[in-house]
């Protein structure tokens, strides 16, 4: 169990950083969310946290690490067009406000992983 809990953490910080790799270097003055990735950055090192500590259990890591791909994707929806409007800044805050909930109460439930040994 202790290697599959390594090879999860470092698979959750290698999605951390593609995440961040993808984005274009030079992208339309439109398509900034800095606050955004800032949060979402945050919100995946809890995840990560919570995998390494074991206050989250695999299957409640997967669940959260989708959440969080689906909000990614939700950005990169509302920035095709060249443009995030109000609307989808409020949508991907709503949906970041969500996961954020999750994520406490993921972490902070009865379940644990099982103990490394």
Known sequence: MK??????????????????????????????????????ARQQARIAQGAENGSLTPRETQRLEKEQ???DNAESKAKSDGTVTAKERRRLTAMQDGAS?????????????????
Do not use: M, V, Y
């Open 69 to 71: 791909a689906r909000i």
């Open 101 to 117: 909930r999750d994520i406490h109460r993921k972490r902070h439930n009865a379940r644990a992983a099982s103990a490394p040994g």
């Open 3 to 40: 290697t599959s809990r390594k090879a999860l953490i470092a698979l959750l910080a290698l999605a951390g950083a593609s995440a961040f790799a993808q984005a274009p270097a030079a992208s339309a003055p439109g398509t900034n969310t800095p606050r955004i990735d800032k949060r979402e």
